[in-house]
């Protein structure tokens, strides 16, 4: 059983662990997140970080892949950052879509007279384009929940899903 990774730092990124906090420092900006668990420590040496566990136990064990998995999320942000496409799909109204403050406005879905809105989280961007929806931002959690809120937001409710196809999809993420 392996009860320790490592997690290369690349050219241009800084990593600071501060007790608990760890603070990523990259091209594209800074992120920082606490990360803790009982029984595992996460420490910095010259080029790399090194996720340790000092029992062998299976919670320690799978919350290494875990932690790992947060610091690699992480430096990929502030490095490459995520960008995620979604694809605006209507047969029967014409949906009319604007940002406004740290909400998406979704109009006349499904002819509906009340516009229909979805969160922005975080320093997610949200830009329009045709019927393109282009969610980015250097956070993966923010920039995947503000995707998965418009998608929930273009729901339908009361109407067969095999006849109104109509909604905001997902398809193409990248950065991962």
């Known amino acids: 059983m392996e009860t320790k ?3 290369e730092i ?3 990124v800084n990593v600071t662990i501060d007790n608990l ?7 594209l900006g800074a992120l920082q997140r ?3 668990y009982p029984g595992i420590a996460i420490k910095r040496t010259d080029s790399q970080i090194v996720v340790e566990a000092g029992k062998q136990r299976q919670e320690q064990l799978a919350m290494l892949g875990t932690l790992e998995s947060h610091l690699k999320n992480m430096i990929t942000g502030v490095t490459k950052g995520y960008e995620y496409k979604m694809k605006m799909v209507y047969a029967h109204f014409p949906i009319q879509l604007k940002t406004e403050g740290n909400q998406l406005l979704i109009g006349n879905f499904l002819g509906e007279k009340k516009s229909r809105k979805a969160n922005i989280l975080g320093n997610t961007r949200v ?3 045709g019927d393109l929806v282009i969610v980015n931002g250097i956070n993966k959690e923010e920039v995947g929940q503000t995707a998965a809120n418009i998608q929930q937001a273009t729901k339908i409710r009361r109407f067969d899903p095999r006849v109104f196809q109509d909604g905001i999809y997902l398809v193409e993420r990248s950065g991962r």
Do not use: D, F, S, Y
């Not at 906090?21 to 091209?27: A, K, L, M, Q, Y």
């Open 127 to 129: 830009t329009i384009k």
């Open 21 to 27: 906090n760890v603070t990523v420092t990259g091209p």
């Open 5 to 7: 990774r490592t997690v």
């Open 34 to 36: 606490e990360l803790w």
């Open 10 to 12: 690349p050219e241009g």
